[in-house]
């Protein structure tokens, strides 16, 4: 049972509030309006506070703010007949739990109340435990990465992560091309980037490039650099990444992406360690080490020809596999403490642990953007969840955005989706179910390459 204040200038809605609330076991009081409200509030003492926008007098805005102000620990939903963008940011801005459009329906009413409790009692929960426990809630051992304000580091304690962490240990060593190899969202970069820093050239540049993000043109120039006149633009010489990282490290992300004429060029870099600026006649040597990752095929890609053999196995000196978040479930919980701890800092949200509950759902996701649908996902909880503790409700795995329409059964893009993605995805969706599911006819029907294709179909979750 908890105490619940109805403020609204409508007697009859109050009523009719009033009676189902306390059917359900909660004791309520009323005002009919904010200034009677304030006046009751002390003494009433509420859990929770439900009010209408739009009165004589203050406004259930202002009530929300001076409540805010002076008592933190009630939570107020706020409904209103006139709903407008700049009311509702209002509301949640100054700390409303949720904001309601009438007409209000009784089980609308009582879903909110229901969850809007069940939060309080989860939070309390977590209070106790803390004080309890003498650390925070749901902290996992002493988990060191909560203080952890450097760069990103990589977190797991399964099998596979161990002899990952092996096998960068025996890499700082020595300066042998690596390639490394997972879906997207796994942390291929996070990889790349603890090679470089654990290596004795780790002060040295880490510089990451994009291979899927430039045109040739502008890949060979951001890599190797290049000649005053070089092409339209080139007002002036530049030095390239490998020029400019020194005996540091190279990232090429999405290196299976790449055309064959970039393979050529990239290949003579790792075989004699020389490349030519763009433009340029005279050759420049590097010692920078290359990390090249890629969610590909690769093996597929080279049989069909679309990766030239002798420069995978170039880049395979050292292979490294990042397992996906499904096949290292009993990671969840570390990885999960350590990213609230960072987006803490990054949001100023006040989440610091996760409910037993909200946990198992996590833990029983697929996660198929991985690490980084994880972090998504934990920041839009942070920032719904208004409190120290992440609950199920908190959670949308798997949902579709805010405001989203409900998919159709030919379609998942939204009705009324005019942007160029969701045509690309309608077109793409279309032609993989003509050709059956089979990506070779379908990229000879789009007039694209197996590999783009590919990157859509992953892109869109066809």
Not at 8 to 13: F, T, Y
Not at 203 to 230: K, M, Q, W
Request: hydrophobic residues 35%.
């Amino acid at each position: 049972m908890s105490r619940i204040l109805l403020v609204d200038d409508d007697a009859d809605l109050r009523s009719v509030f009033r009676e189902k609330l306390e059917h359900s076991g909660h004791e309520v009081d009323e005002a009919g309006s904010a200034e009677a409200a304030l006046a009751k509030v002390g003494a009433f003492d509420p859990a929770l506070m439900v009010t209408d926008v739009r009165m004589e007098g203050m406004t259930g805005l202002e009530l929300l703010e001076r409540v805010r102000e002076s008592m933190e620990s009630v939570d107020v939903i706020v409904m209103t007949g006139h709903d407008t963008m700049t009311s509702a940011v209002e509301a949640m801005k100054a700390g409303a739990f949720d904001y309601l459009v009438k007409p209000v329906g009784l089980k609308q009413l009582m879903a909110v109340v229901d969850r809007c409790l069940g939060d309080r009692e989860l939070n309390r929960a977590a209070e106790e435990q803390q004080e309890a426990e003498g650390r925070e809630a749901g902290d996992i051992g002493s988990d060191d990465a909560e203080s952890d304000t450097g760069p990103r580091r990589v977190i797991g304690r399964d099998p596979r992560m161990v002899e990952i962490y092996k096998m960068i240990g025996v890499l700082s060593r020595n300066r042998a091309t690596v390639l490394v190899r997972g879906d997207t969202g796994t942390g291929k970069e996070l990889i790349a980037r603890a090679v470089h820093d654990h290596s004795i050239h780790s002060d040295e540049p880490f510089i990451a490039v994009n291979c899927t993000a430039l045109t040739d043109t502008l890949l060979e120039s951001e890599l190797f650099g290049h000649v005053r006149g070089a092409f339209t633009g080139a007002v002036g010489g530049k030095k390239g990444y490998f020029e400019l990282a020194g005996r540091g490290t190279i990232f090429l992300d999405e290196i299976g992406d790449t055309s064959p004429d970039f393979q050529s060029k990239l290949l003579r870099v790792l075989q004699e360690r020389q490349f030519y600026p763009v433009g340029g006649e005279q050759p420049k040597t590097t010692e920078a080490r290359v990390v090249a990752a890629t969610h590909q095929p690769m093996e597929e890609l080279v049989t069909e020809g679309g990766f030239r053999e002798d420069l995978y196995f170039r880049l395979r000196v050292v292979e490294i596999h990042v397992p996906s978040l499904r096949e290292r479930r009993e990671d969840i919980p570390q990885l999960a403490q350590h990213l609230l701890g960072r987006i803490r800092r990054e949001t100023g949200a006040t989440v610091r642990s996760i409910s037993p509950e909200a946990m198992t759902h996590m833990k029983e996701y697929d996660w198929p953007g991985n690490v980084r649908e994880l972090e998504n996902a934990l920041t839009r909880a942070s920032i719904v969840a208004r409190g120290p503790l992440v609950g199920p409700d908190h959670l949308t795995l798997g949902m579709p955005a805010v405001g989203a329409s409900t998919p159709n059964r030919s379609s998942r893009v939204p009705e009324g989706d005019l942007t160029l993605d969701g045509a690309i995805e309608c077109q793409i969706r279309n032609v993989m179910e003509k050709s059956g599911g089979n990506k070779t006819e379908a990229a000879s029907l789009l007039g694209i390459s197996r590999s783009r294709l590919t990157r859509y179909v992953e892109r869109f979750g066809l």
